[in-house]
């Protein structure tokens, strides 16, 4: 059975800091995986998508990359600003399925 | 503009009553689905569905039923056989043959006083 997990919890960070944050899964076979943002109280944006055969996908100040060979994903988050705060999740689709699985996310304060 | 809408965005419910959330999409996509969101805890899948007249129970699927007559429609009933039914419910659709990018509503939050 998939499981995502995403570490940190919980990020603080002063403005401009450039920032990483990880998705990790259990299972290899994947059909693509997407990063999203929430705000408090709001459905989820979708951030970016990379596909299974993809190593990297990029978008502005966001570049999220893809290993499926040892399960993980990073969202790498450049020159940080107040208005990126806001909690970040990663789903995995697997192979073969129309099921998303959702990390439980990390929630990411700028402070100015 | 083409999006999914869900409604309401608010909902009280009393102890035992049955309540239906409404989603509905204008973006020709052919998979629905809904996700219950808890405060500090990521997104758990309750239905699924692929097409028309087709729907598939995901992780949590006790106490709720959808029915998908429609397309564009996937509207989710939360029945008093939900134990726990006070959650933030999230609809999302992809269309089927793409890269498969899923897109959310804005959610509704349901409260049973």
């Known amino acids: 059975k998939q499981e995502v997990t995403q570490i940190p919890a919980a990020l603080s960070v002063p403005e401009g800091e450039n920032l990483v944050l990880n998705c990790s899964f259990t299972?290899?076979?994947?059909?693509?995986l997407q990063w999203f943002r929430q705000d408090p109280g709001k459905g989820l944006t979708s951030l970016l998508l990379i596909q299974s055969s993809q190593r990297e996908q990029t978008s502005g100040r966001l570049n999220a990359s893809l290993d499926k060979s040892s399960g993980r994903s990073t969202l790498y988050i450049a020159a940080s600003q107040p208005g990126d705060s806001a909690t970040y999740l990663c789903?995995?689709?697997?192979?073969?399925?129309?099921?998303?699985?959702f990390g439980t996310g990390t929630r990411l304060k700028v402070l100015a | 503009d083409g999006g999914i809408t869900q409604s309401p965005k608010y909902l009280f419910r009393k102890e035992g009553q049955n309540v239906t959330l409404s989603c509905e999409q204008n973006?020709?996509?052919?998979?629905m689905y809904w996700y219950r969101q808890d405060p500090g805890q990521g997104l758990r899948l309750i239905y699924y569905s692929q097409i028309v007249n087709d729907f598939q129970k995901g992780d949590i699927a006790e106490g709720y039923s959808v029915s998908r007559e429609k397309k564009e429609s996937f509207p989710l009933t939360v029945t008093s056989a939900q134990k726990n039914p006070t959650a933030f419910y999230l609809c999302a659709s992809i269309w089927g043959q793409n890269t498969g990018e899923l897109f959310f509503g804005e959610g509704s939050r349901l409260t049973v006083l």
């Open positions: 299972d290899s076979a994947i059909y693509n």
């Open positions: 973006l020709n996509h052919d998979a």
């Open positions: 789903a995995v689709r697997g192979s073969g399925t129309y099921k998303y699985i």
